[in-house]
Nanobody
Framework: QVQLVESGGGLVAPGGSLRLSCEVSGFTLDGKAIGWFRQAPGKEREGLGCINFTNGHTYYTDSVKGRFTISRDNAKNTVYLQLNSLKPEDTNIYYC???????????????????WGQGTQVTVSS
């Protein structure tokens, strides 16, 4: 059974940082892509970036490029999302998701992903 479990969310002051974790079980990360998304109540799920284990590359949307960084720990089957220079508008529920990427893979499209975690809340407030 494939499971993705996010952790690391919480309350942080503007300008602060958090590191979110996505622990994957039920399959190895080889040949998969792990994406990060966020969603606020009443809004569409927004793609942030992904790490593609088929080519080792990471990809980011323009809205977070330079502030958020995706990394991995293969031994722990875990992917991380480092959030820096946080702003109040970054307040969201953050999700990780897993996909088997096709030749043409739209990493920020939630429909590309088959497995989702339960989400972790990030609140940026003073």
């Amino acid at each position: 059974q494939v499971q993705l479990v996010e952790s690391g969310g919480g309350l942080v002051a503007p300008g602060g940082s958090l590191r979110l974790s996505c622990e994957v079980s039920g399959f190895t990360l080889d040949g998969k892509a792990i994406g990060w998304f966020r969603q606020a109540p009443g809004k569409e799920r927004e793609g942030l970036g992904c790490i593609n284990f088929t080519n080792g590359h990471t990809y980011y949307t323009d809205s977070v490029k330079g502030r958020f960084t995706i990394s991995r720990d293969n031994a722990k089957n875990t992917v991380y999302l480092q959030l820096n220079s946080l702003k109040p508008e970054d307040t969201n529920i953050y999700y990780c998701a897993a996909a088997i990427p096709r030749m043409v893979f739209y990493f920020s499209d939630a429909n590309e992903y088959d497995y989702w975690g339960q989400g972790t809340q990030v609140t940026v407030s003073s």
